[in-house]
């Protein structure tokens, strides 16, 4: 990376990988929080210590983008990814495919 500044996208894209990747966060498919389990777009919540889902999801559309929310949503819950494989896509999509 260059030494440009992060955009805002950025930045709270690279804290959403590295809670994921951290190993606090047991994963949970279909739901957002289940006991001590949470799904890939909590994991993000979790980080930022907030406890409404609903209202950080709307928040998290605006930052990333309902598409790459919405993408996260199905790999975790339906396509069974990891936590690693989901924090991989969100990096592709945020800084590699930045003008495509």
């Known amino acids: 990376m ?3 500044q992060l955009t805002e996208r950025q ?3 690279l ?7 951290s190993g606090r966060y047991k994963q949970c498919r279909g739901v957002t929080r289940v006991g ?3 799904c890939a777009v909590s994991a993000y919540y979790a980080e930022i210590n907030e406890k409404d889902d609903w209202y950080y ?3 998290a559309d605006a ?3 309902t598409i ?3 993408q996260v949503i199905k790999m975790n819950d339906r ?5 690693d494989q989901i924090a991989d896509h969100i990096e592709q999509e945020v800084f590699v495919n930045v003008n495509v």
């Not at 804290?15 to 990747?21: F, H, I, P, Q, Y």
């Open 2 to 4: 260059s030494n440009r």
């Open 11 to 13: 930045r709270e894209a």
């Open 15 to 21: 804290r959403w990988c590295v809670a994921l990747r």
């Open 36 to 38: 001590d389990q949470v």
């Open 57 to 59: 999801l709307t928040k």
């Open 63 to 65: 930052i990333f983008g």
């Open 68 to 70: 790459l929310v919405c």
């Open 79 to 83: 396509d069974g990814l990891t936590f």
